[in-house]
């Protein structure tokens, strides 16, 4: 079928938690010469701490009136409350936007996302361009989907009455089966052999061939990515996945929740702490941001199991409230009190 040019293309760029979406849409962003740009950004968690991220930007083809955080909840849950209605702001920007980048969160599945776009209100006026699945690279060489839960797996692993696959495992594969690109990051901390195991480990979930590209902090060519005009909706359900045959999902296999902390006085010893809860706790993924006593910087803390990055990204505001909240995202079960205490130790 062919595309009308009368309809809004969108990327859809999906992921696991931490594989680095947000750091791919920032540099499509900066890089993406000549459009006017809209984007809607969803977080599982409460506070929406991606969003914040892009706004920071400051591009003039993606003013912060353009980004619209959809948080506490995933965009496949919500299409009819939430995505919907973005669009139809969206689609009322003057002037008129050029193409939407839609950031999933990392827990979502694509395809119900994508089977929206058949709904005929919305059919009429987008379409999606591509679905681009970002995946950890560094995780994939060393056998995991994500840097995550080695000893959670074990306890899996011991407990007889679990008898369904890994969801960190399903999720990643949902993702995976609705790509029409796949986009290999942190391919700078890998060598050859582990770029080639990180290239088959993807290459064994694929269900057809699908291009896969490397990228290094998010870096790659808008073009290899956007103006793909494969109507993607048209072919969604030829895209088989784990939740093919439920009318309804959940995300009942992870928790998600927010840590207030007070103002730190080292940034080192909390990203100490943070690692270090995530190693105990097996929590999948810690990221936010917080204030350091004495700075007039904000801290933006990103962390994927026990990797943690930290920078300072920009001033506080006059006036604005310098609170640290971390939002904290794990398999089910993850002892939430046990995680409070370690940070805020």
């Not at 994939?140 to 899996?156: I, S, T, W």
């Not at 007889?160 to 790509?179: L, R, T, W, Y």
């Not at 700078?188 to 990180?198: Q, S």
Request: hydrophobic share 45%.
């Amino acid at each position: 079928m062919s595309v009308s040019f009368d309809r809004v293309p969108c990327t859809v760029v999906t992921g696991f938690l931490g594989a680095g979406k947000t750091t791919l849409i920032r540099n499509l962003i900066e890089n993406l010469k000549g459009k006017r740009l809209a984007i809607i950004v969803n977080e599982f968690g409460d506070v929406g701490i991606d969003g914040d991220v892009l706004k920071g930007c400051g591009i003039e083809s993606c003013p912060e009136d353009n980004i619209i955080e959809l948080a506490n909840g995933c965009i496949c849950c919500t299409v009819a409350d939430d995505f919907v209605p973005a669009i139809d702001r969206i689609l009322a920007i003057e002037p008129r936007v050029d193409h939407i980048l839609i950031e999933t969160s990392g827990l979502a599945l694509p395809k119900p996302l994508v089977q929206a776009f058949q709904w005929p209100d919305v059919k009429a006026r987008v379409t999606v361009d591509a679905v681009i699945a970002v995946v950890d690279g560094l995780a994939l060489a060393e056998g995991r989907v994500a840097d995550d839960h080695k000893a959670l797996e074990a306890q899996r692993d011991a407990d007889g009455s679990i008898d369904h696959d890994d969801p960190v495992e399903e999720v990643f594969e949902d993702q995976v089966a609705c790509a029409d690109m796949i986009v290999l990051t942190k391919s700078d901390l890998l060598d050859a052999a582990g770029l080639a195991t990180a290239r088959d480990r993807v290459s064994a979930h694929l269900p057809r061939a699908v291009k896969i590209v490397s990228a290094a902090n998010g870096a790659i060519d808008p073009a290899v990515l956007i103006g793909l005009g494969l109507a993607v909706e048209d072919d969604i359900e030829n895209r088989k996945t784990h939740h093919d045959d439920e009318l309804d999902h959940d995300h009942d296999d992870f928790d998600s929740f927010v840590v207030d902390l007070v103002a730190v006085t080292d940034a080192e010893q909390l990203a100490a702490r943070i690692s270090a809860t995530a190693e105990a706790e097996n929590v999948l993924r810690i990221k936010g941001f917080v204030e350091v006593a004495n700075k007039p910087m904000r801290l933006q803390v990103q962390a994927v199991g026990s990797r943690v990055n930290h920078y300072f990204d920009r001033a506080w505001a006059p006036g604005e409230a310098r609170t640290s909240r971390l939002v904290v995202i794990g398999e089910k079960g993850i002892d939430r009190a046990a995680i409070e205490r370690m940070l805020a130790a």
